[in-house]
Nanobody, 125 residues
Framework: QVQLVESGGGLVQAGGSLRLSCAAS????????MGWFRQAPGKEREFVAG????????YYVDSVKGRFTISRDNAKITVYLQMNNLRPEDTAVYYC??????????????????WGQGTQVTVSS
């Protein structure tokens, strides 16, 4: 079973950028559809972005389109979430997750079988 470890979170001012990384151990991510979710205090977990294992499908929640970019390295060991023009409402714990099966981008957390521990992103105004 693959294990996921996120990193790259931190405190940034509004308008700034961060790049989150999700590193796999145990095996590569080549056969997994990958997703990034976030959960702000008092709110439900929200799908942010996802990438099919084939690379042919990418989805973003409307609130991050044009600002966030999901990508995967060629070795298919690490998935990234580049976050630009950050806003205070982006403040949350960000989680990466892996889903097996045919290439697709699930937007429901229950379809993901492996989760990382999360990394905190705080955007100050």
């Amino acid at each position: 079973q693959v294990q996921l470890v996120e990193s790259g979170g931190g405190l940034v001012q509004a308008g700034g950028s961060l790049r989150l990384s999700c590193a796999a151990s145990g095996r590569t991510l080549s056969a997994y559809n990958m997703g990034w979710f976030r959960q702000a205090p008092g709110k439900e977990r929200e799908f942010v972005a996802g990438l099919s294992w084939s690379g042919g499908m990418i989805y973003y929640v409307d609130s991050v389109k044009g600002r966030f970019t999901i990508s995967r390295d060629n070795a298919k060991i690490t998935v990234y979430l580049q976050m630009n023009n950050l806003r205070p409402e982006d403040t949350a714990v960000y989680y990466c997750a892996a889903s097996s099966g045919p290439p697709k981008v699930p937007r429901v957390g229950a379809e993901y079988v492996v989760w990382g521990q999360g990394t905190q992103v705080t955007v100050s105004s």
